[in-house]
């Protein structure tokens, strides 16, 4: 992987080729508001960047982003239990 050379200088990007930056605009986008508290946010001094995404905003576009170090997001609650199967299940392990 080749270092930055466009507005995260020093720092590793896959986007960087020998011709330059290869993301669209050739250069990483800054972060959105909704970033602001992520450990993945990168101060430099052009301004603050995600280190995982080049364009952080359209993370946020259709919910929360799921690189987000700051957000707590909530369990998925088990599955259903279907009631005939568990009652087969009781007492197959009865039988043992």
Same mark, same amino acid.
């Given at each position: 992987m080749l270092k930055c050379a466009t507005v995260r200088e020093g720092s590793e990007c896959v986007f960087m080729t020998k &011709? /330059? %930056?290869g993301y669209k605009g050739? $250069?990483?986008q800054p972060i959105a508001e909704e970033c602001k508290g992520c450990q993945r946010v990168v101060e430099t $001094?052009? /301004?603050s960047y995600c280190a995982s995404c080049p364009e952080p905003a359209a993370k946020w576009k259709i /919910?929360? %982003?799921n690189? $987000? &170090?700051h957000i707590t997001r909530a369990v998925a609650s088990q599955a259903k239990i279907n009631p005939l199967k568990a009652s087969k299940r009781a007492s197959? /392990?009865?039988g043992k």
């Open positions: &011709t /330059g %930056c050739a $250069a990483c $001094a052009s /301004g /919910g929360s %982003c690189l $987000a &170090t197959m /392990g009865k």
